[in-house]
């Protein structure tokens, strides 16, 4: 089965995409393995960048207790 | 054919090279929401001037933070849970991003910024992805009928009294 991104026909990750991102980080706040988001390398590449510019900005936490 | 090489070299050094930036900024939540529009307005005088165009932008709007931020004013130190955020997408020299850093930088106004390299292209996704959390919630949430409001009549003293006594009983 495809993943998230080649189902919707989704190019390019923006960081403001909170709710995207949030499909691709635990309940910890880590970013899930690509075992798990099933994305290609440079999605998952393109996913962590995001991830960080994110949580650099304050719209996803560093770490979730 | 030492001449043409100079030639060439000094037309390549004349060369504008235009580059797509995005800046993402906050704006502390102590500026007046008046005043918003003014800030960034300075952010957008800093590009102009170095020579850059716009190509969308995100009008700045009040944020939860997901950690509280910290922020120095001169010796004043504060802390932050929310921020208006805003962000600019430009084309603009190379030049002109540093010149920008430097500008958001030394501004007491923003809490925090980041600019980066982009593509000219809309980058937001377009169609929400599903969530698990939805499809569990139409799976478990069975939505109840809403109680219609009942047309309130003037109650009387006594039939007051009567559902009272009828209660208590």
Known sequence: MANILTQNDIQHIDYKDVDLLKQFVNPHGRVMSRKRT???????????????????????PYIQK | M???????????????????????????????????????????????KAGGSFIAEGAPAMTRLAYEMEHQDG????????????????????????????????NVSFLRHIIFQTVREETRAKIKAPTLREVKRTDTIKSSPRRTEEASAPVSEVDLDKALLDITE
């Open chain 1, 38 to 60: 099933d994305l290609t390398a440079k999605q998952q590449r393109a996913v962590e960048a995001a991830v960080k510019r994110a949580r650099f900005m304050g719209l996803l």
């Open chain 2, 2 to 48: 030492a001449e043409e090489i100079n030639a060439a070299a000094n037309t390549s050094e004349n060369e504008v090279v235009l580059r797509i930036y995005e800046v993402g900024y906050h704006i502390i939540p102590t500026v007046l929401e008046e005043n918003v529009e003014k800030v960034v307005g300075d952010i957008r005088t800093v590009i102009e």
């Open chain 2, 75 to 106: 010796d004043k130190r504060s802390y932050f849970d929310k921020a208006y955020f805003g962000w600019i997408k430009f084309e603009a020299p190379i030049a002109s991003a540093a010149a920008l850093e430097e500008f958001l930088k030394t």
